[in-house]
């Protein structure tokens, strides 16, 4: 049995902090479980362009609202409170915070990450061994 609590995740090498997020990873490929999941926080204003060819992704938003473009349809979807998303096609997207406040998500990785990934150039995670 895995139990964590956020406390000591946060200020460890599992907790990633960039200039648009801030992902502190709870679970990792080192538990098993066969995905990761992570508490993840979009800085306010931010704008990440991700594309996770290697990964699949479902995102399920806590706290704060702002949207989600699909790069390939130019479609946009509202989030807020309650919103899930689901990368099931290795989506290229757009995420966007609304200015003044963060959005906070619970995501889920499958393949798992192993914790200290960041984007790369084409906004995805490298595949793990």
């Known amino acids: ?27 990792l490929k080192d538990g098993g479980m066969g995905y990761s999941v ?5 800085k306010a204003g931010a704008e990440l362009d991700m594309h996770y060819k290697n990964h699949l992704e479902t995102v399920y938003l806590t706290e704060g609202a702002g949207e ?9 979807h509202q ?6 998303y689901a990368l099931n096609n290795h989506d290229h997207h757009l995420l966007k915070a609304n200015k003044g406040a963060h959005m906070r998500m619970v995501c889920v990785f ?10 790369d150039e084409t906004g995805a995670y490298a595949l793990c061994d």
């Open 68 to 76: 989600i473009v699909d790069l390939a349809t130019g479609e946009t």
């Open 1 to 27: 049995m895995i139990v964590k609590h956020l406390d000591q995740v946060v200020g460890t090498d599992a907790d990633v902090d960039t200039e648009g997020w801030t992902s502190r990873r709870l679970i």
């Open 38 to 42: 992570h508490d993840t926080i979009i």
């Open 79 to 84: 989030l807020s409170v309650g919103s899930i």
């Open 110 to 119: 499958n393949p798992p990450i192993t914790g200290n990934e960041v984007h």
